[in-house]
């Protein structure tokens, strides 16, 4: 039996003003500790300085949270975004994302999802939610047109993500859509995912930190309430003008049938696959690896709410919880992490893997990581099995690489250390397994060798979330137009698309559904949804885009990060990439100088802190006197060069 915690709450009153259009909403603050709930306005400055979604969430946290915040206590807060453009006829702008404090990197961290759940927080008014506190036993949230309701979520607590979104249709109604955790989340697995849907917002723990407000879901059912742009003819227009783009767009048929996994031959040629925790760059066996390969076993299409390119795939599965079912999946992030990566190139245990992940409710990369990690750590004779509760980790064996994974879900034994994520679990083994921990700033290294993509090295060095693939990712180091093997010049080149990439993200335009726009068709389109001048020209959101990726610096440096932090594993600066085609025996030689040209490019001091004057420029009068506080009481972190390892 479903009762409200505090039922007098759902107070949900009409807020007054609102901003141009209805595209931009409202904010809804949470906080579970007080079993309290508010509306507020988010300020126009704001949404014309940072649009929405990632911007919006970096300024809030920015302004709300205080330094030094455990990720895992109560203090941390928990953002879920939806973009401006969500929710509307446009392809493949449906997705929304989760902000808060990595509870692997002490970083600010966002994380990006598709599923139904963003474009129902639109539905319901919201652009945004702040999840504060810690409810004192297991809740979750559900929102409907009564308001919104604080429920005891002990029945629900244990469950996969596929049974408790059953359960929360059964309670509220077969329209409810909802984001929540598995097991994983509750056992403060670092690495647990939030759920949409078939789709994860994966990276980072944001699961963990959700887990660890023992919150179990937020579910949504209300009538469909579409936003409306400023310029409703001009909108509808350039929408016929993305689908005319995408229906003849080449990359959009190849994602549309293969997905991610065509990727796996592209890098496996150039050198740059993850194979044997990062030894190694690609694999003789790549044909079974092959987008062909994997297309031959999709059953069925699937995909975010509103994207004709729907590059997911049905697969089924042989193991685990989720035998004789379907899941959508794998991507090429998760072929690498359960494939070459750790010894294998087999479809099937991929998938399965997969499966075992998403029933636990755990980021595939992560835990790909942390297995190979245990796999070279066992091989080298550091750990035996005895040490690993009695698993044989030799690279490639199935059977103990799967329990070991089961493990990890479950926080038993030897994968709870696992479970710490794979820079907690070297610091408590210590000596060598610390150089053979594979993560910058804690965040679990993504399927692309550093080593043979310098300006890619540079990005995951330097990104503001640890080791992502999509802080920045330099098409130009794949289509040819960049040499990949050149590190010179690359500074400008990754300041250039991280920015990029914080505007994409604010819109939110999914990286594989968008293809074809540009800066002119994004400023176009957020002119005739809002109506505001400020995002009037490429320059404008350009500058935005630089705004985020400032304030999410500063963040950082608040937290006690600096150049020191922008680094890459040893064995990337040191140990020659072996079996790599054209990347054999690269290294990352000159960091230090990639990062001189980085912070030059984006007017940051020699020790990655960015410049008062710049920030000046970019309209953050709050950083302004952050920093020169900082830098005037010396508050800023340890002076000096990159560290070791
Ligand atoms: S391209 Fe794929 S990930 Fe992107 S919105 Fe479409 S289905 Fe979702």
């Known amino acids: 039996m479903l009762s409200p915690v505090n039922p007098e709450s759902c107070n949900l009153t009409p807020i007054s003003g609102r901003p141009m259009s209805t595209l931009i909403a409202k904010l809804l603050r949470i906080n579970l500790t007080d079993t309290f709930f508010s509306e507020e306005k988010i300020p126009d400055r704001q949404i014309k300085r940072f649009i929405s979604a990632r911007g919006l969430g970096a300024i809030y946290l920015f302004d709300e949270q205080a330094p030094a915040v455990d990720p895992l206590s109560p203090d941390n807060k928990l953002l879920l975004l939806v973009g401006a453009l969500g929710g509307t006829g446009l392809q493949g702008f449906s997705k929304w994302m989760v902000m808060s404090k990595s509870p692997l990197t002490g970083t600010i961290f966002r994380s990006v999802t598709g599923g139904n759940f963003g474009v129902w927080m639109k539905h319901a008014g919201y652009d945004l939610m702040i999840v504060e506190g810690k409810a004192a036993a297991p809740t979750y949230i559900h929102i409907d047109e009564g308001g919104v309701q604080f429920l005891d979520a002990t029945g629900l607590w244990g469950l996969d993500y596929r049974r408790l979104q059953a359960q929360l249709k059964e309670n509220h109604g077969q329209r409810t859509e909802s984001a929540c955790i598995g097991p994983a989340g509750e056992n403060i697995v670092r690495y647990a995912v939030i759920h949409s849907g078939e789709r994860t917002a994966s990276r980072g723990g944001m699961g963990t930190v959700m887990g660890s407000k023992n919150l179990k879901a937020v579910s949504i059912n209300v009538p469909i309430k579409k936003p409306s742009p400023f310029d409703p003819a001009s909108f509808k227009e350039l929408i016929k003008t993305q689908v005319d783009i995408l229906k003849e767009h080449p990359r959009k048929q190849t994602m549309a049938t293969l997905g991610t996994p065509y990727i796996t031959k592209i890098v496996n040629m150039m050198g740059i696959l993850p194979t044997k925790n990062y030894q190694e760059g690609s694999i003789p066996t790549i044909e079974d690896l092959s987008?062909?390969?994997?297309?031959?076993?999709?059953?069925?299409?699937?995909?975010?709410?509103?994207?004709?390119?729907?590059?997911?795939?049905?697969?089924?599965?042989?193991?685990?919880?989720?035998?004789?079912?379907?899941?959508?999946?794998?991507?090429?992030?998760?072929?690498?992490?359960?494939?070459?990566?750790?010894?294998?190139?087999?479809?099937?245990?991929?998938?399965?893997?997969?499966?075992?992940?998403?029933?636990?409710?755990?980021?595939?990369?992560?835990?790909?990581?942390?297995?190979?990690?245990?796999?070279?750590?066992?091989?080298?004779?550091?750990?035996?099995?005895?040490?690993?509760?009695?698993?044989?980790?030799?690279?490639?064996?199935k059977e103990g690489l799967f329990s070991l994974i089961e493990k990890i879900g479950k926080s038993q034994g030897f994968g709870r250390l696992l479970g710490e994520g794979v820079k907690r679990a070297a610091e408590q083994l210590g000596g060598d397994a610390l150089v053979l921990a594979m993560h910058i700033k804690g965040l679990e290294l993504p399927g692309y060798e550093p080593r043979g993509v310098k300006g890619y090295a540079l990005s995951m060095a330097t990104s503001n979330i640890g080791g992502s693939h999509m802080y920045g990712r330099p098409r130009e180091e794949f289509s040819g137009q960049a040499d990949p093997l050149v590190e010179s010049g690359k500074g400008e080149m990754i300041a250039r698309v991280q920015k990029e990439q914080a505007l994409e993200d604010?819109?939110?335009?999914?990286?594989?559904?968008?293809?074809?726009?540009?800066?002119?068709?994004?400023?176009?389109?957020?002119?005739?949804?809002?109506?505001?001048?400020?995002?009037?020209?490429?320059?404008?959101?350009?500058?935005?885009?630089?705004?985020?990726?400032?304030?999410?610096?500063?963040?950082?440096?608040?937290?006690?990060?600096?150049?020191?932090?922008?680094?890459?594993?040893?064995?990337?600066?040191?140990?020659?990439?072996?079996?790599?085609?054209?990347?054999?025996?690269?290294?990352?030689?000159?960091?230090?100088?990639?990062?001189?040209?980085?912070?030059?490019?984006?007017?940051?001091?020699?020790?990655?802190?960015p410049g008062i004057e710049r920030l000046q420029k970019l309209d953050l009068p709050e950083a302004v006197e952050d920093i020169k506080t900082r830098m005037s009481t010396g508050a800023a972190v340890s002076p000096g060069r990159s560290g070791e390892p």
């Open 291 to 397: 987008g062909d390969r994997f297309f031959e076993l999709k059953k069925a299409r699937a995909g975010c709410y509103n994207c004709m390119t729907r590059c997911g795939g049905m697969r089924d599965v042989t193991l685990g919880p989720f035998k004789d079912s379907r899941i959508d999946g794998p991507e090429y992030e998760t072929i690498f992490a359960f494939g070459p990566l750790i010894g294998l190139s087999d479809r099937q245990f991929i998938i399965d893997a997969n499966a075992l992940c998403d029933a636990y409710g755990m980021d595939t990369i992560s835990t790909g990581v942390c297995v190979a990690f245990a796999c070279e750590l066992f091989a080298r004779g550091i750990i035996s099995s005895e040490d690993a509760d009695g698993l044989n980790l030799t690279w490639g064996n």
């Open 506 to 609: 604010s819109l939110i335009a999914c990286t594989f559904g968008n293809t074809g726009l540009d800066l002119t068709m994004y400023t176009r389109l957020l002119l005739a949804a809002t109506g505001i001048d400020e995002f009037g020209s490429a320059e404008k959101l350009v500058n935005i885009g630089e705004r985020i990726v400032s304030i999410e610096r500063c963040f950082n440096i608040r937290e006690g990060f600096e150049r020191k932090d922008d680094m890459l594993p040893l064995r990337m600066r040191r140990e020659p990439l072996q079996e790599a085609g054209p990347a054999t025996d690269q290294t990352i030689a000159n960091l230090e100088h990639l990062l001189d040209e980085y912070y030059q490019a984006l007017g940051y001091t020699d020790r990655g802190i």
